[in-house]
């Protein structure tokens, strides 16, 4: 009610300029001149009746699993490149920052590992769709990264940089598999790892020689803690910060003032509910210093469990994926409102993914269906303990 004296004043100073620059002529306005005080007082409208974003929030984007086979290859080639995903596109443009589990190797040519039932290929085009939708980073620590050996992770990291996408969960050896991505903005720390415990063999996991980051808690806790030395000794002054990527020297920072995210590819394929030892796993992270587990690889979404401040998403199911089976179900986009390294709130977006009998268009779900969907997952997560309110559309769990 406050704002209505603000309005009214407002429209009267736009309808004084309209009638300044109309008084001189002759007869009526001209339709452009009309046409330019709608949008004018539409605008003031606007911008009176919006609440403005607040600057110091971080939204960050986080999707499951990607890949290009199958019903999605199919697509592509009957109706264009992005068509799978053209959906998306003004979801995505909200966040700040979007990341993606990129389940499937990215190689010039087919090289298949045979030992295995099910082996993904995308092609350096394919990274079109990620660049469309300005995917920032992608998760490798998944049971396919490895599906055309060490060369065809080599030409995968190589084609993801040459489109400026960042990536985690795989690399050269253990400690580039390990290595977090690292992100630095309005006042927000970001770290984001990668791991995952269902990987095609030990050879496919990250050692001396190149592959995946092997999903160990006991050495990823000790991974953590090594990390928090190292954060507060710089804070303490022993170590000098570098510089971010912006070229300016960073804030000496603290273990106390990252947020952490950890990517896990885990799970059963098709429950709708994490196994015990999963949240044994779950609780010893957040336990850790771990506020955010976004999990995948079920193919369909599990429930949510919060445990203190960090939520445990123990699968999002999948995203741009291929499949048509019978068990698939829709699934989840979780946008994490963070402000100064502190999660505010997390909202559930509900994408379509029932693809039995239609083309693999990719798209936020909307009206009864949303709302349908996310009373499942509501379900799953209050078994969890989790409440998630419903609205809009969307599901919405508040931490603040």
């Given amino acids: 009610m406050r704002s209505l004296p603000h309005f009214l004043i407002l429209f009267i100073i736009s309808c004084s300029s309209f009638s300044e620059r109309t008084s001189s002529g002759e ?49 592509i080639k009957s109706k264009g490149e992005l068509a799978p995903v053209k959906g998306l596109k003004d979801l995505f443009t909200t966040a700040d920052l979007k990341v993606l589990n990129l389940e499937t190797p990215v190689v010039s040519e087919k090289n298949w590992d045979t030992g295995k039932a099910y082996v993904f290929q995308a092609r350096e085009a394919d990274l079109e769709s990620m660049s469309f939708l300005g995917v920032d980073l992608v998760s490798l620590g998944n049971n396919h990264a490895m599906d055309h050996g060490p060369e065809g992770l080599e030409e995968t990291l190589k084609f993801l940089s040459d489109r400026k996408i960042s990536y985690i969960g795989a690399g050269k050896n253990l400690e580039s598999a390990f290595r ?116 995948h690889h079920p193919h369909i979404p599990q429930g949510i469990e919060r445990i203190g401040n960090s939520l445990i998403f123990y699968s999002l199911g999948n995203l741009i994926f291929g499949s048509r089976n019978a068990y698939l179900n829709h699934n989840i986009i979780v946008i994490l409102h963070i402000k100064k390294s502190k999660l505010i709130k997390a909202e559930l977006v509900p994408i379509f993914g029932k693809f039995q009998n239609e083309d693999h268009l990719v798209r936020p779900l909307e009206g009864k269906e949303a709302e349908n969907f996310l009373n499942e997952i509501a379900v799953l997560s209050q078994d969890l303990g989790t409440k998630i309110r419903i609205e809009g559309g969307r599901g919405w769990i508040d931490l603040d």
């Fill in 27 to 75: 007869g009526q306005p001209s339709s452009s001149v009309v046409s330019e005080l709608v949008d004018q007082i539409e605008s003031k409208i606007e911008k009176l009746l919006t609440k403005e974003e607040d600057p110091e929030l971080v939204k960050v984007l986080m999707g499951g699993d990607v890949m290009f086979n199958w019903g999605i290859r199919d697509t």
């Fill in 180 to 295: 977090p991505w690292i992100w630095e903005g309005k006042d927000t720390n970001l770290r984001i790892y990668s791991a995952t415990n269902v990987a095609e063999g030990r050879s496919h996991y990250a050692s001396t020689s190149p592959g995946v980051m092997p999903l160990d808690a006991e050495q990823l806790v000790k991974k953590l803690q090594t990390e928090n030395l190292t954060l507060n000794s710089i804070k303490n002054g022993s170590k000098l910060p570098k510089k971010n990527s912006n070229g300016k020297k960073s804030k000496a920072p603290s273990s106390q003032n990252q947020f952490r995210i950890l990517s896990l590819h885990w799970g059963v394929e098709y429950s709708p509910f994490p196994t015990l030892d999963q949240r044994k796993i779950a609780k010893t992270f957040a336990d850790s210093g771990v506020n955010i587990i976004i999990g």
